[in-house]
């Protein structure tokens, strides 16, 4: 399972101050098997590019423009493979309301029905998500009594259930305490055996723990695809450490530099620095990290400069019916979507 993106272009139509705003300048990608990291800021477009996967943004006569190509394992992406394209792909978004009058058993169910799941079958399933993700002895509980983390976990397994080929999980572990993360950042490496995962975030440690391969995304355009061991490669040369008397000193460093940590010593504050060039007797060079790695590549060309925000309001969200197995929509209230 491979997807390819060609020069994709994603615009909106800003009604408030009537001109036009890109979330996706020209994008080329290739998204082999296994997880693919997706890393960028907030504002990056990568929402955008995710609702654009999924079917859920499409041309529209309400000011939407997409333009480019993208094809799912050769399937173009286009209004009459939409349905074709949806029964391949499992989709966790960033925020996920399901069904509070029901316990998380019933609403699990719920969704296995509406993806055509034999019901024995999608009990076994059931079953199986609920021991990883330790949600068993909250199975008969009412969704509005779950925590946000394990509503979390929830909206994962309903992504899950139908044995998507292509999974899509926009912030996955947020919420999550350390070893909840741990336990999810695991059952995705598992499921990711001969499937694709495209793994969204802005948290570095979450890629760094499960994917080899990623893209970094900023102002809507890839700065980076390829290799972990080649993002880290390009900060080489170009991280320091630095121990600096107080908090002043390091306020005063960053109107010049990127600063990717800073921690109290005995000594003072230690800091690691983003610099093209060493320019205090006191910096030390070190080796990157991919955090580091990041942070480079992202301001490279724009040293000390703002992110574009990207494209749309509101919150992704899933939204089921009864024609298709999924759909997604995005919505503006609490109650465009809650049953």
């Known amino acids: 399972m491979s997807i390819r993106i060609d020069d994709l272009t994603v615009t909106f139509q800003n009604r408030m101050k009537k001109n036009k705003v890109t979330a996706i300048d020209h994008a080329s990608l290739e998204i082999p098997g296994g997880i693919y990291g997706l890393l960028g800021e907030n504002g990056a477009g ?3 590019l995710m609702r654009v996967l999924t079917t859920v943004l499409a041309p529209s006569g309400g000011g939407t423009q997409i333009s480019g190509k993208v094809r799912l394992d050769g399937v173009l992406y286009q209004e009459s493979n939409y349905e074709k394209i949806q029964r391949k792909i499992g989709y966790l978004p960033q925020e996920i309301d399901l069904y509070p009058g029901l316990t ?3 609403c699990l169910e719920y969704m296995g029905d509406l993806s055509g799941i034999p019901k024995k079958e999608c009990r076994k399933r059931i079953d199986e998500y609920l ?3 330790s949600l068993t002895e ?3 509980k009412k969704m509005r009594q779950l925590s946000g983390g394990m509503k979390r976990r929830a909206g994962l397994i309903q992504a899950l259930l139908n044995e998507p080929e292509f999974l899509i999980v926009d912030e996955p572990t947020t919420g999550l305490d350390p070893e909840e993360r741990i336990r999810i950042r695991n059952l995705l490496v598992d499921f990711s055996e001969g499937r694709t995962v495209l793994f969204s975030t802005h948290v570095v ?8 391969r990623l893209a970094v995304m900023k102002k809507g355009k890839f700065l980076y695809s390829g290799s972990m061991r080649e993002l880290i490669q390009k900060a080489e040369g170009h991280v320091w450490t630095c121990t600096l008397e107080d908090e002043r000193e390091v306020r005063a460093l960053e109107k010049n530099c990127h600063i990717s940590s800073k921690q109290f010593s005995a000594e003072g504050m230690h800091v690691r620095i983003i610099s093209r060039n060493r320019t205090d007797e006191r910096w030390e060079p070190a080796e990157p990290t991919l ?5 480079w590549v992202s301001n490279e060309r724009d040293p000390k400069g703002d992110t574009a925000e990207g494209g749309g309001s509101g919150r992704e969200v899933l939204f089921l019916t009864e024609k298709s197995s999924f759909r997604f929509a ?3 209230r609490k109650e465009d979507f809650i049953l």
Do not use: F, G, S
């Open 46 to 48: 990568k929402t955008t």
């Open 104 to 106: 998380l058993q019933e």
């Open 131 to 133: 021991e990883k993700t």
């Open 138 to 140: 909250h199975r008969n």
């Open 205 to 212: 440690e979450d890629l760094a723990a499960v994917c080899n």
């Open 291 to 295: 955090e580091d790695a990041y942070i």
């Open 330 to 332: 995005h919505a503006k």
